[in-house]
């Protein structure tokens, strides 16, 4: 069959596909929006969970506080400590995911009336908890029957929102919920409330709850749900804005927050994990102020259930048991955040281009392709169409339809097997047939072998000795052209003038260079052939590349591997930190960092943690040199991640847990179990600083502090263990000790490269000779201090060579 045939047969299937896919997308059953959902909620749990803003609390009547406390309902007095409470903590605003339908039955008034007992200016926990409501802004929630039913109440409950729609095409149907009754709170509390919303939730066919109804309508009027009613007082405004499109509601308007929203005004949740992403408090807590101001202090704080047995439990895209406050969490951090998931307005344009470009992709990637080509380029479109789609919801906040475009994926892929099959003809089959048969005789042969076309210059075959040989990846099936091949035109050239001339080109010897950059020296032979239905020519080359001086090549290694050790230097330099932070935490300063070659095992670093507090580190690492640069990288990567958790609060700055994450961190990467090979590790102080409360914090690893105060001179002494190497602990715990920060208060942080240096009289540096040196110069200023510890340390040497990495940090410290 003629290339031309089979292209036309192609088009006509993707066509076709496209346009049963597209008619399907119009009449799509409701019974399959339930695999289109199901796909949906695995993204979200692809994605995981996300960081949430952190504006919102939830205080959580949980088994805790019910087994404390007592089954619920609980009296109304303690529900008013429980506000009390909260606003003592200035809480921003108190949302309650509950509904009081009745009253509290458990007050004094109301038991002393039952049993006919005198019960005036008797306590009234109902009134308790109004005053409290009245005092700590709080808004209620109440339900709406959404069902008619004769025995619905029909009180209408008032909130302060005014809503307007806007463009509402007149005479258009309006598909906001409509509600048939109401269940709201006894009148005392309903009246006296700042203001109310509804907290009905709405499943999805199968069950799950992926969407907030936001506004219902009743009696003709339009009510807010907990959640915008919440967004709405945070921002004081009292008008709330109906978007509408020519075919519904489109969006809510309140303040500067924008919701999108389908056209019966319900909005997507974008779930930020699993039940409990949010924090949660128990109300016990709070009753018993066991909780930090800070958590609720501004914050909006939603008060529900968690507890199995009150029955607020429902089924999520993450968890089939997820209390309902934390849906309306969701919804109000995704108001706040701005981070929304919606069906565009013109979510159909997008779908139906969407079937018909991976429908068109699928033909033409699987239309010439072989079986397995057929399922790499099936398996490739369905990753990269769920990645983009993933990308969409999440990015972009977009729904689309999921469902569709990767079954007609798999549709096509049946289709052009099916087609491949039915409709090649017998003389294409032949000819690829007898391609098969000079293949196999030609991949016995074991040397480099090219057929290229006369006419196009394409490479019609290659072995996988040619791709070998010339450094490139060749294949028939890339179209791959002679010129992709060699970079020497001059070169080509000669080659067409001798098969001109002779028609073949025989043992011709050149210098190669492909375009991969490979040169070689060949001997190359060219025959004319007929590959399939096309003239070509076979070529064959053999290498003859003489070898290069012995002494040439061990000086080009040796000088790779000295270039290769000076870059690496440069990367060394690059983690060792800048004067930056120095210079913000300290008066004076130095730093002496001297590998004993171009690379080594010491490093040091220098993290601020906050405003006022710094992290100074000086490690010594096993070995010196390469093998040392190399720790040192490992180092720094546990160093940054370690960094990390303890400006996220989720690891402690102490330098003894600091030293220990070092040691653990160490031993798990390298597997340091018992006979392990792998026994590396350092030696090293660490000191915390707070510069503002003038005290520090060191711990040690076979390293000691040095400190001068007041002229005088003493050590605080590390532990005599190590961070890392097999024979150390995998718990290994290790000392912090504190130091108060004094005038003129000097801090001297070392490896010992500097007191084990061999020098003068085949003596030590030692211990003694340091301490002897910074006490007599403890009153100079530290640059000049850089400048003698230096000329002593060199001049201490005598032309002995420096026998380990060498290390100083000093620092001044004075009181703030």
């Not at 993204?43 to 506080?65: A, P």
């Not at 808004?139 to 029957?145: A, D, E, K, V």
């Not at 048969?437 to 040397?447: A, C, K, R, V």
């Not at 000088?559 to 330099?573: C, H, P, Y």
Request: proline share 3%; hydrophobic share 40%; glycine share 6%.
């Amino acid at each position: 069959m003629k290339k031309l045939q089979r292209f036309w047969i192609y088009l006509a299937m993707a066509f076709s596909i496209s346009f049963l896919f597209a008619s399907l997308y119009f009449f799509f059953p409701k019974s399959l929006l339930t695999i289109d959902y199901v796909l949906r909620d695995t993204l979200f749990k692809f994605r995981g969970e996300v960081e949430q803003s952190g504006n919102v609390v939830i205080v959580d009547i949980d088994d805790k506080s019910l087994a404390k406390i007592g089954h619920w309902p609980w009296s109304r007095d303690i529900l008013a400590n429980l506000l009390e409470k909260l606003g003592n903590a200035e809480v921003g605003l108190v949302a309650f995911d509950v509904i009081f339908a009745e009253e509290d039955n458990t007050s004094p008034h109301i038991v002393l009336k039952k049993i006919g007992i005198k019960h005036e200016n008797v306590q009234n926990y109902d009134e308790m908890f109004v005053r409290k409501v009245m005092e700590v802004p709080t808004i209620l929630g109440y339900q709406f029957s959404l069902e008619e039913n004769e025995y619905s109440e029909q009180e209408i409950p008032l909130v302060p929102a005014i809503f307007i729609k806007q463009n509402a095409p007149e005479g258009m149907e309006d598909y906001i919920t409509k509600a048939y009754g109401t269940i709201l709170n006894i009148p005392i509390l309903q009246d006296n409330a700042y203001s109310s919303g509804f907290v009905n939730n709405i499943s999805s066919l199968s069950g799950v709850v992926r969407y907030l109804p936001l506004v219902v309508s009743y009696n003709n009027a339009v009510y807010p749900s907990l959640s915008l009613e919440v967004v709405r007082a945070i921002t004081g405004e009292r008008l709330v804005y109906l978007d509408y499109s020519p075919i519904g509601m489109k969006q809510i308007r309140v303040g500067d927050f924008t919701i999108p929203t389908n056209v019966a005004g319900h909005a997507f949740i974008n779930y930020k994990g699993t039940s409990r992403t949010f924090q949660y408090i128990s109300a016990l807590d709070i009753l018993e102020g066991k909780f930090k101001k800070e958590d609720v202090e501004g914050k909006i704080v939603l008060v529900g259930a968690s507890a199995a047995g009150l029955l607020d439990l429902r089924a999520t895209p993450f968890d089939s048991a997820f209390p309902g406050v934390e849906i309306h969490a969701n919804m109000i951090d995704n108001i706040l955040s701005g981070e929304f998931i919606s069906v565009p307005e013109y979510a159909d344009i997008y779908n139906l281009l969407h079937i018909i470009t991976v429908v068109f992709l699928a033909v033409f990637t699987m239309a010439y392709a072989g079986s397995f080509f057929i399922a790499v380029a099936f398996g490739t479109l369905i990753y990269v169409d769920g990645y983009l789609l993933f990308r969409m919801l999440f990015q972009e906040g977009m729904i689309l339809n999921i469902l569709l475009p990767l079954s007609a994926v798999v549709f096509t892929s049946i289709s052009v097997i099916l087609v491949n099959n039915l409709f090649i003809s017998r003389s294409e089959k032949q000819t690829r047939e007898k391609i098969h048969q000079i293949e196999s005789i030609l991949s016995s042969i074991l040397m480099p072998i090219l057929i290229i076309s006369k006419e196009t210059k394409k490479v019609l075959y290659s072995n996988k000795y040619a791709s070998k040989q010339y450094g490139l990846t060749i294949d028939s099936k890339d179209e791959m052209s002679i010129d992709d091949v060699y970079e020497n035109k001059a070169q080509e050239e000669i080659i067409n003038n001798l098969l001109e001339n002779h028609g073949v080109v025989d043992n011709l010897e050149q210098e190669f260079i492909t375009k991969a950059d490979k040169k070689f020296t060949a001997l190359l032979s060219v025959v004319p052939i007929e590959f399939g239905y096309e003239d070509a020519h076979i070529t064959t080359v053999t290498d003859i590349t003489k070898q290069k001086n012995v002494e040439n090549e061990i000086r080009k290694i040796h000088n790779n591997v000295r270039e290769s050790i000076k870059f690496a230097s440069l990367i060394q330099g690059a983690i060792v930190p800048d004067n930056t932070t120095f210079e913000k935490f300290f008066d004076q300063y130095f730093a002496i960092w001297r590998p004993r070659d171009i690379v080594g095992g010491d490093i040091y670093f220098v993290e601020e943690i906050s405003d006022s507090e710094v992290i100074v580190m000086v490690f010594d690492g096993a070995g010196h040199g390469v093998p040392g640069a190399f720790l040192t990288l490992l180092v720094k990567a546990i160093s940054s991640q370690i960094m990390v958790g303890i400006k996220n609060k989720e690891l402690s700055y102490e330098p003894n847990m600091i030293l220990q994450y070092f040691n653990q961190g160490i031993k798990t990467m390298l597997k340091q179990e018992k006979g392990s090979t792998s026994n590396t590790g350092f030696d090293g102080g660490v000191l915390y600083y707070n510069k503002n409360e003038n005290y520090c914090l060191f711990a040690g690893a076979k390293a000691d502090l040095y400190v001068i105060k007041d002229g005088a001179l003493s050590t605080i002494e590390g532990d005599r263990k190590n961070v890392g190497f097999v024979r150390t602990k995998f718990d290994q715990k290790y000392t912090t000790k504190r130091l108060e920060v004094t005038e003129e208060t000097r801090l001297y942080m070392i490896t010992d490269g500097i007191v084990d240096q061999e020098g003068k009289n085949d003596s030590r540096f030692s211990d003694e000779l340091f301490e002897q040196t910074i006490l007599e110069n403890n009153l100079k200023d530290l640059t000049e201090q850089k400048d003698i510890i230096n000329s002593i340390f060199d001049d201490f040497k005598q032309g002995h060579e420096q026998s380990d990495d060498m290390t100083v940090v000093g620092l001044k410290l004075t009181v703030n």
